[in-house]
């Protein structure tokens, strides 16, 4: 089992920045890729990133490619999910998800989800 917990939404103004946390518990951490998704209003679950257990590999959506990175602690079981140039159409709530193995994009691939942190990005 994991537990996750994401932190640090907010309201910004467009060009601004915000770092996602996701505290992880739980003993298999380690050994899960993290995600994060995003669900805008009226609007399905989308892929944002993933990074794989050891952070050597990652991926991102064409949408937030040059100006999200994610990363990881494993020491602090947190993943981070860093926000730069954000622009209006980034406003969704944003997921911290956990799977078994890196590589899929698809939400029914994750087992593990956070309840969401809210980013408002006003133009």
């Known amino acids: 089992q994991v537990q996750l917990v994401e932190s640090g939404g907010g309201l910004v103004q467009a060009g601004g920045s915000l770092r996602l946390s996701c505290a992880a518990s739980g003993r298999t951490f380690r050994r899960n890729a993290m995600a994060w998704f995003r669900q805008a209003p009226g609007k399905e679950r989308e892929f944002v990133a993933a990074?794989?257990?050891?952070?050597?590999?990652?991926s991102y959506a064409d949408s937030v490619k040059g100006r999200f990175t994610i990363s990881r602690d494993n020491a602090k079981d947190t993943v981070y999910l860093q926000m730069n140039s954000l622009k209006p159409e980034d406003t969704a709530v944003y997921y911290c998800a956990a799977a078994g193995a890196y590589g899929s994009r698809r939400i029914y691939d994750y087992d593990y989800w956070g309840q969401g942190t809210q980013v408002t990005v006003s133009s």
């Open positions: 990074v794989s257990w050891s952070g050597g590999s990652t």
